[in-house]
């Protein structure tokens, strides 16, 4: 009964299971609920994913872990709790738009696709923590793209998102 939940959770409540993009699928659920969220929450969206990702981050490291026992190989596909994760750490503090869904969901799939340095390395580390690093440093650097475009956006004249 564990293994079915953890199988549950760690595919991102079975959208990992799509046969072809699983990474895209688990980001796209991710970001529903991230809009669900938003819809719910409103203004406090940010603050609300902030709690999310601070509480289910150790949970989601060691279900990455238990679903790689499970799945018996490294890294599985199928496993997207990390692409959860990492698409909710762009958006930690951040105000809720669909517009800002979008960007944050099309930027995090382009960073977690390239894997740029130090991500590409950050791959090699073992188990539930290997599987979930990567993707939470792509959400960081959205993340401080976001920032950015916040900062920027009281300083000039028309709004960025």
């Known amino acids: 009964m564990i ?8 595919t991102g409540f079975y959208s990992g299971l799509c046969p072809k993009a699983p990474g895209t699928a688990g980001s796209f659920a991710a970001m529903v609920i991230y809009c669900i969220m938003g819809a719910v929450f409103k203004e406090k969206t940010g603050v609300i994913i902030a709690c999310v990702f601070a509480i289910g981050l150790l949970p989601a490291i060691i279900i990455s872990d238990s679903a790689e026992k499970i799945f018996n190989e490294k890294d599985p596909q199928k496993v997207v709790i990390d692409e959860f994760f990492g698409l909710w750490i762009t958006f930690v503090f951040v105000p809720f738009s669909f517009k800002v869904a979008l960007i944050g969901f099309v930027l995090f799939r382009i960073f977690d696709i390239c894997k740029p340095f130090p ?3 950050l791959q090699r580390i073992k188990g539930g923590l290997g599987i979930m690093i990567d993707d939470l440093l792509a959400g960081l650097y959205v993340r ?13 004249p028309f709004k960025i998102i």
Request: proline share 0%; hydrophobic share 65%.
């Open 3 to 10: 293994n079915r939940w953890i199988i549950f959770l760690a």
């Open 119 to 121: 991500i590409n390395y």
């Open 144 to 156: 401080i793209i976001f920032a950015l475009l916040l900062y920027f956006q009281g300083n000039i």
